[in-house]
């Protein structure tokens, strides 16, 4: 892939310095301060030999939109710094990023270990879909790396988990995964979509591949789908020249890739801001007589409170709760907000809140929640950037 805008920075430099700078060089731009939006959809070639140089991999240079746009490359290359891997990939989505990882990195016959808690989507391609192509995934508590020793097999070729989970926000050891991970000779994935790298870095606690629904914190705005995957070149060469150049074609837009470069110059703000809020209102919301439960790893409360704080640089602007009322309280709480949005997605400027169960997961039946661990009742807040008080205000009244 043609490299003529990178622009390397040192890492000693800060992360908000390299998520404004890193892999975008103006001056090889007529000095234009954003990167161009390159919308193409193919590459001329200087002639018929330097075309099939560059397909065979011999020449450096874009050949077709699906594979490669310059504008992502820039989004590709600061994706990768962030995390700390050697290379991205863009794709339109985050279930874009799982299918291609899943389809070009397993067969048939090969199992996967998740944890037990997973996004609602994740989870129907896992439990209801790989098996119809032959792919086992055996569901336990990664919480507890015990779990994840009783379900390795011989089979067992990836392990994948999020941390914090989505819905309910259970914390896994990243470090203490991973080392098991490897002794069984499989590979380790992070879905790192609610903390983002600013918060956390698998790939420096050992994991192998990171995905991300790039939708959420890394654009930050609501306004477009789009996903990632972070890894070695050769992951995601693999990935790129395989997943999705012929298996899913799940490409991302040049004009969503830029949209993301500049959601991420405001990324550490963002979260600085959607973190804060959140850990005041986690505490207002536990403290309040009609809640039965308040899940945020920065809570005293939570079970992985201590390893979150090691793991995590602040404890990101998601929260879970469950009300004494139940789901029939949870849905008269989301009916009587006036500030907060009701509304499924997460990570943006505005407070979204939603019912998991009947919402995002209910791609689990009753029985599968049940077995999985998540109840009807729990509702689930994306704590945006507006004032403080007005959401405490909100959510407080509307109890
Ligand atoms: C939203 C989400 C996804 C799926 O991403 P899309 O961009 O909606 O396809 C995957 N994982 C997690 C944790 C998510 O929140």
């Not at 789009?226 to 799940?250: C, P």
Request: contains cysteine.
């Amino acid at each position: 892939m043609s490299d003529l805008s990178n622009r390397h920075l040192p890492n000693s430099l800060g992360f908000a310095t390299r998520a404004i700078h890193h892999g975008y060089d103006p001056q090889a731009h007529l000095g234009s301060l954003n990167p161009p939006v390159f919308l193409t959809s193919t590459y001329a070639f200087d002639s018929a030999a330097e075309g099939a140089a560059r397909f065979a991999g011999e020449a450096e240079g874009f050949i077709y939109g699906r594979v490669g746009n310059p504008t992502v490359a820039v989004l590709e290359r600061r994706l990768a710094e962030l995390e700390g891997g050697e290379a991205a990939l863009a794709t339109s989505s985050g279930v874009g990023a799982l299918t291609a990882l899943v389809w070009t990195l397993l067969a048939s016959g090969d199992e996967i270990v998740a944890d037990q808690m997973l996004y609602g989507c994740t989870f129907g391609l896992f439990e209801h879909h790989l098996p119809r192509f032959g792919i086992r995934v055996r569901f336990a508590d990664l919480t507890d790396p015990a779990g994840l020793e009783a379900a390795l097999s011989p089979a067992t070729r990836m392990v994948f988990t999020e941390t914090p989970s989505n819905p309910n926000m259970r914390v896994v050891d990243i470090a203490a995964i991973a080392a098991i991970t490897r002794r069984a000779g499989a590979l380790f994935v992070v879905d790192n979509t609610y903390c983002t790298p600013y918060l956390q870095r698998p790939l420096e606690l050992g994991a192998d591949i990171v995905t991300h629904s790039a939708t959420k914190y890394l654009g930050g705005h609501g306004d477009l789908l789009a996903g990632a995957v972070v890894a070695s070149q050769e992951i995601i060469d693999r990935l790129r020249f395989t997943g999705i150049k012929e298996l899913n074609g799940a490409c991302i837009s040049a004009f969503d890739a830029f949209l993301i470069l500049r959601g991420l110059k405001t990324l550490t703000l963002r979260m600085d801001r959607h973190s804060a809020t959140a850990a005041k209102l986690a505490r207002d919301l536990e403290a309040h007589p009609a809640v039965a439960a308040v899940y945020y790893p920065g809570l005293d409360s939570h079970p992985q409170h201590a390893l979150a704080q090691r793991q995590m640089r602040q404890m990101g602007g998601m929260i879970a709760l469950e009300l004494k009322g139940g789901l029939p309280a949870g849905r008269a709480l989301m009916d009587n907000v006036k500030i907060a949005t009701r509304a499924v997605s997460l990570g943006d400027a505005e407070t979204l809140i939603q019912h998991p169960a009947s919402m995002t997961h209910a791609t689990y039946d009753p029985d599968e929640r049940a077995r999985h661990g998540f109840t009807d009742g729990l509702i689930r807040i994306s704590v945006g950037l507006e004032d403080y008080e007005d959401l405490r205000g909100d959510l407080l009244g509307a109890l």
